[in-house]
């Protein structure tokens, strides 16, 4: 009914609030709510919306890579948009950068999951002295967290090679061609294609995706997809110079 649906769309709001929230000063909604225990209410309400099957797809990819897909693929399905297709390509990649992370490194533990992504504790319901140190310790534990991947990709963002005969990399490519094509002026889509393209050495067709956001007049919303174009098209004019 259309209660349950305004209830859903808006759990899939919080989902979307919830996951960029990362510093201490948490508030009481998301004291008491981690970032998949939302998505399970938005679900749990609203599984056959789009919309929140795009939003909880999109945050899923951090938590159960195959559900993210399965989510977004279900968003399609029911209705063809941009930012689910785009999403999905992301959550695509994802999913193939894991696999070479699991062969290269066959003995590691998996990373341990982020608090915001877990579901309640037992100190969130205790006192409030208690929920403050569960939350001082949550965002510590994310911080690091953050710091280290942002290490890892700060260090492999240049020499990261993908197979463009990939199964996922083609999916991959097709969902953020498909976005383009639903929103032609998808330029965070545009970007990731082109990065995409230029990863699994296609340099030319990556050049076109990223000439296509230099030469366009982008609103200020779009300066870091802009930025980000001028810097991967001068990677990509340094890889063609070498002999």
Known sequence: NDDSSLQAMA????????KYRSHKSYNAIFRNFRLLELCNKALEKGSDLPFVLTQCGNAMKFID??????????????????????YLGKSFIRKVVMNMHSRNHPRQRPEKQSPIFETNSKSNHGN????????????????QRKEAIS???RKHKNDLSLDKDDELVKKAIESFKK??????????AILDLGILLKDTGQIQEALIQFNTITNSHLGSNSKISLISAYEQAGLCYLELAEP
């Open 128 to 143: 409030r002295d208690g929920r403050q140190e569960s939350m001082s310790h949550d965002y510590e534990e994310h911080r």
């Open 65 to 86: 890579i195959d559900k993210s897909i399965a989510l977004l693929e279900k968003s399609v399905a029911i209705k063809e948009n941009s930012k689910a297709y785009h």
């Open 151 to 153: 290490s890892y990709v």
């Open 179 to 188: 976005a383009i094509q639903l929103a032609k002026e998808n330029f965070p």
């Open 11 to 18: 759990y899939a709001e919080l989902v979307t609030l919830r």
